[in-house]
Structure formats: C-alpha cells, structure tokens
C-alpha cells in the first residue's frame, strides 16, 4: 500500500541552476496535481494531469517552471534558472478522477 | 471559488474537544466543505467533507447549518498527535484543483 512519494526530500540549489523533482503517484490514480507550498502558507495549485495530459497549468508562477508525465505516471516538476523566490515545499497529489487528493511528503527546496 | 476565513490559531489541552469554525459567506449552491489536515513535514491530509447538516467519521464531525456560511471542525478528545494545522476548503465537490487558505495551527498541550 504504498503512497505518493517524492525525491528527492531535500534540494539545495544555487541561484541559476536547474532542478527536477519527481512525484511518483498511488498506482492506478489517473490524476496528479503539483503544488507550491511556501513557509507559514497554505498549498498553492500550480498544475494538473489527467494521465499524460496535462490539463491546467494555469498556476505555474512563470515560463521557468515545467511539469511532464510522458506516460501517464511518474512526473517531473523542472525548475530552470532558479530564483531565491522559489524556495518552498513542493507537494505532489494524485488521485482517481474527480476524488479525494492523496498528497506525498513534499520535496524542501531551498534556493541558495 | 469561495474564500474561507478561519482562526490563524487555536491552543487545547488534552481530551479536551476541540471546534474549529471556518467563514464562508460566498459559498455556492454546488459547492461542498472540506476539511484537510497537515502535519510538519507531510502533506494534507484529507478528513472529512460534507454539504449540509452533519457528518461523522471516525476521526472528526463537521457541521453544517443551514445558510451554509459557515461550517465547524469538531476533534473529539484531543491528543498532542493531533497537533496540526486544518485547513477549511470550499468548493465543488472533488474539484480538479484545490484550494487552501492558510488554516488553522492547532497545538495541543499535554
């Protein structure tokens, strides 16, 4: 009965490089969402997949930020040319569709 | 989607009941009020959710009047486990996107 997990937990990065953060969902859930979290805050949406279409990306903050579920499963949040100002917790959910979000443990990412 | 407005804090003690009220005066006829729970260093985790009157589950009840403008968390018999913050979402029912405010951080004290 394994949950979503992320990797990696914990990721320092120095202003201007590129990171990737990988959600894994629950088996079998066709919906996977990516959310921000900054410290003291609630989550903030930033996109949704339906299986490996995504289909709201309305809540990326800019052009630097991409998400990717080629097939269906695995995702990949990529950050390019970080800025100090994405500094926060990442929180990856997935969920059957149009049902309760079940969310991973959130990938600390800490902009140098 | 409706804002929510709820305490920013609360403290108890334990096996005391904890109530929890969440203000949502633009709330819409399709919408339902949700309930999540975080602990540090984890995802939300969902509790309990409702449209009307009352509901029950074995962890919280959540009630409901009838303006709907308003709804309440109720913890039976906290323990210091239940130490986290809960956030109060409205929206349609198993919408695609949620939405959180800031919640409330509840601290349970022994």
């Known amino acids: 009965g394994a949950g979503v997990s992320q990797s990696p937990r914990y990721k320092v990065a120095k202003r201007g490089q590129d990171v990737a953060l990988r959600c894994d969902p629950i088996s079998g859930h066709v919906s996977l969402f990516w959310y921000q979290q900054a410290l003291g805050q609630g989550p903030e949406f930033l996109t949704y997949?339906?299986?490996?279409?995504?289909?709201?990306k309305s809540g990326l903050p800019s052009d630097r930020f991409f998400a990717e579920r080629p097939e269906g499963s695995v995702s990949t949040l990529k950050i390019q040319r970080t800025q100090q100002e994405d500094s926060a917790v990442y929180l990856c959910?997935?969920?059957?569709?149009?049902?309760?979000?079940?969310f991973g443990p959130g990938t600390r990412l800490t902009v140098t | 989607l409706a804002k929510t407005t709820q305490p920013i804090s609360m403290d108890s003690y334990e096996g005391q009941e904890v109530n929890i009220t969440c203000s949502h005066n633009n709330i819409a006829t399709n919408d339902y009020i949700t309930w999540y729970q975080q602990f540090p260093s984890q995802g939300p985790r969902f509790i309990i959710q409702?449209?009307?009157t009352k509901v029950t589950n074995e962890v919280a009840s959540l009630f409901i009047p009838a303006d709907r403008k308003s709804s309440t968390l109720s913890l039976p018999r906290v323990s210091l486990s239940d130490t986290a913050v809960y956030y109060c979402?409205?929206?349609?029912?198993?919408?695609?996107?949620?939405?959180f405010g800031t919640g409330t951080r509840l601290q349970v004290f022994p």
């Open positions: 979402l409205v929206g349609a029912v198993n919408t695609d996107k949620l939405i």
């Open positions: 959910a997935s969920s059957l569709a149009r049902s309760e979000q079940y």
């Open positions: 997949f339906q299986n490996e279409a995504q289909l709201d």
């Open positions: 409702g449209y009307k």
